[in-house]
């Protein structure tokens, strides 16, 4: 049997589907073998990105580079392999009193991608981007050399990478800060607003609470447009806590996560069932407004709680389009893309709204900038081109632009914005789409 | 705990299962033919467990000084060591490739087993768990060089566990049909055949925690072997397996 590593590929919103060659090594000179002798390569840990971002002629996997390498838990610095997940991440250092300062809405993705991606949390407003407390990185280059990357050291290549979507190497390991933790649970405060109006001025009013995002129903039209309901938290100390929590603040009880077993047929999600369980989310919580206590996973991870939840959009696969508008053209923009997507009837559920803070300008490659950013689901259909091309022109209109990890179709004049990762080693299909489109 | 072959994504998962399950070790030793990739792994456990371990160097073939391990005992010895090497195709007829599976997997391996054997008969207490191979349970042409070793491994596992029984040694012999490592990468291997080395290790766990003497990783392997092992020779030899 001679060994054949073309395979099927596909990320998180299985489309587009591939066959490429995926190779895995552990051992550094077997990963300089393999950019040594091939051209068009790219890195791809978990597969959580949502399109071709991590998808190439030959993919180097991280998912064997899953060592940790040191824990200095005095400063609350770690270090890893690239293919470190963030979950794994989280289950050192939380017993600890220590967390991730910046985490995505998934903890499924691995350190690799999140310094290539630059991810956002909630916290954008107030504590910025992943990037932020990267301290040091080791970058395996176009010419198979190993440059440890620090704002001080190789800092042209440490800027160029972040947020480089992979284009400037490998990521092999690395190092970044943590943040002290008293307790695994978030107190949490979740408001209903009616429409836009109402929360957007939430937001503003909610600037000063570390975490805040709202769950956003894109269906609703006319003078519910913009339906939504805030929810803002801020880590909990010990002695906010119920007793009972109290007792072990740091440790969480291992949770039952059900598994969606295969993919949904097609006709499960439409848009009349898409409109229900927006409706039962809505009025799930009866009260305008709610406080309380709930664990970090609960909060930060809703959708880990169900494996292979991309199950669901059927085979055909979905998108992800997420969007960010200039603050101060936020609410035009915003409301010109909810009536088009409710006008388009393709239903989203789970869409996220978030006001970005100031984006860091050394961080050139970073997807954020001031402004509101909506995140929004599509199943893969025909009607899919059409309104993704009407929402992109809304976006340009209002000068935004789009966010490279979530992109596999939208308009090159809102994805080309990466500078200094132009090499023909480290190529993706996303970056060729969109070098090409040019 | 003492680990044969600690570069073995299996015997890494293994670990990491017995550490999670609340496995204190005042030690691990950390056999291995390659240092340089165990260091990373031993590095791991320190942080992800706070367990303190040492890395051993060992490789079959080469000559073995017994007195550099004369300190090292434990309870529990889990052996992964193993080497697949070329199949009948492209290496039957390479004595090379013959002899160095033929001692990895087996001539080599035996007398180091032997050697913490011995320690766990005189401690009277212990559990050997040893990797061997559903390729053992009967020669195919495809690779029967690597399937003959593994079958007097597996042989070799029967009689220790039979005379170290009434010693409070344990053996258990572990069948893990395929797996997702390195060594298989890019074989088409059937996924609904084959573990992922996080799974062997969750189900080699079990078995280890219900003292089987004879475990296959993915249940299905048993009926396959027990089908392959039931076909009349006059019939098996005609076959391409």
Same mark, same amino acid.
């Given at each position: ?49 949502? @399109?071709?971002?991590? *998808?190439?002629?030959? +993919?180097? !996997?991280? #998912?064997?580079?899953? %060592?940790? /390498? ?92 972040? @947020?480089?979507?992979? *284009?400037?190497?490998? +990521?092999? !390991?690395? #190092?970044?800060?943590? %943040?002290? /933790? ?96 927006? *409706? ?10 709610? %406080? ?98 009407? *929402? ?47 | ?241």
């Amino acid at each position: 049997m001679k060994p054949n590593f073309t395979q099927k590929v596909t990320n998180w919103g299985n489309f587009p589907v591939v066959e490429k060659e995926v190779k895995s090594e552990d051992s550094l000179q077997k990963i300089k073998d393999f950019v040594k002798s091939n051209n068009e390569i790219i890195a791809r840990g978990n597969g959580r990105c949502y @399109g071709d971002a991590s *998808l190439s002629e030959h +993919i180097f !996997s991280t #998912k064997r580079l899953n %060592k940790f /390498i040191s824990f200095d838990r005095l400063n609350g610095i770690i270090e890893c392999e690239s293919g470190v997940l963030l979950s794994d991440i989280l289950e050192v250092v939380v017993p600890q009193g220590y967390f991730l300062y910046v985490t995505p809405g998934t903890k499924f993705i691995s350190v690799g991608g999140a310094i290539a991606s630059d991810v956002h949390g909630k916290n954008h407003h107030a504590e910025g981007c992943f990037s932020e407390y990267v301290i040091e990185f080791s970058l395996l280059n176009e010419n198979g050399e190993v440059l440890t990357c620090s704002r001080e050291e190789n800092s042209e290549k440490f800027w160029s990478t972040i @947020g480089g979507m992979g *284009l400037t190497g490998i +990521i092999l !390991s690395a #190092k970044f800060k943590l %943040k002290n /933790i008293e307790t695994a649970y978030i107190r949490q405060e979740s408001i209903k607003a009616e429409n836009l109006d109402e929360i957007f001025k939430l937001f503003e009013e909610s600037e000063s609470w570390t975490y805040n995002v709202a769950w956003i129903d894109c269906l609703q039209t006319g003078k519910n447009i913009g339906r939504s309901i805030m929810m803002r938290g801020e880590h909990a100390f010990k002695h906010q806590l119920p007793k009972k929590l109290q007792e072990n603040p740091l440790r969480l009880k291992k949770k039952f996560s059900p598994t969606v077993p295969f993919y949904f047929p097609n006709f499960v999600l439409n848009n009349l069932t898409v409109k229900l369980f927006n *409706l039962l989310y809505f009025n799930k919580q009866r009260s305008k407004e709610i %406080k309380n206590y709930i664990d970090y996973e609960t909060f930060f991870y809703p959708l880990d709680a169900v494996n292979d939840w991309n199950k669901i959009y059927g085979k055909t696969g979905f998108i992800q389009y997420q969007m960010v508008i200039p603050k101060e053209k936020g609410k035009e923009g915003m409301k010109r893309i909810l009536e088009t997507i409710a006008k388009s009837g393709n239903g989203s559920f789970l869409a996220v709204l978030k006001l970005f803070g100031k984006n860091n300008p050394e961080a050139y490659n970073s997807f954020p900038f001031e402004g509101y950013t909506l995140a929004l689901d599509f199943k893969v259909n025909s009607k899919l081109k059409n309104l993704v091309e009407k *929402l992109d022109a809304i976006v340009e209109e209002f000068g935004g632009r789009i966010y490279l990890t979530k992109d596999s179709m939208s308009k090159s004049s809102l994805t080309n914005y990466l500078q200094n990762v132009q090499n023909p080693k480290f190529v993706s299909l996303q970056h060729k789409r969109i070098i090409n489109n040019n | 705990m003492i680990i044969l072959g600690s570069n073995s994504e299996v015997a890494q998962s293994f670990v990491e299962k017995v550490l999670e399950a609340g496995g204190k070790y005042s030690t691990i030793f950390l056999f291995t033919s390659n240092k340089e990739t165990t260091e990373k792994f031993a590095k791991h456990i320190d942080v992800k467990y706070f367990q303190h371990s040492e890395i051993i160097e060992l490789d079959l073939m080469k000559e073995i000084d017994y007195t550099k391990f004369d300190d090292i005992t434990s309870d529990l010895l889990f052996c992964a060591t193993g080497y697949l090497g070329e199949g009948t195709e492209e290496g039957l007829y390479d004595n090379k490739n013959t002899e160095k599976i033929i001692d990895i997997n087996y001539a080599k391996l035996v007398p180091v087993l032997n050697f913490f054997a011995e320690k766990m008969e005189r401690q009277r207490s212990g559990n050997m768990i040893v990797l061997s191979s559903v390729a053992g349970d009967r020669g195919r042409q495809s690779n029967f060089i690597y399937g003959s070793a593994k079958a007097g491994l597996t042989a070799y596992l029967s009689g220790l566990r039979n005379y170290l029984f009434d010693k409070k040694v344990h053996v258990m012999t572990v069948k893990p049909g395929f797996m997702e490592t390195k060594m298989t990468e890019g074989l088409p291997l059937n996924p609904k055949l084959t573990a992922t080395p996080k799974q062997a290790a969750e189900s080699i766990y079990k078995a280890y925690k219900s003292q089987k003497n004879v475990a296959y990783v993915l249940p299905i392997w048993s009926i396959i072997m027990l089908i392959i092992k039931n076909i009349p020779e006059f019939i098996f030899k005609k076959l391409k397996l």
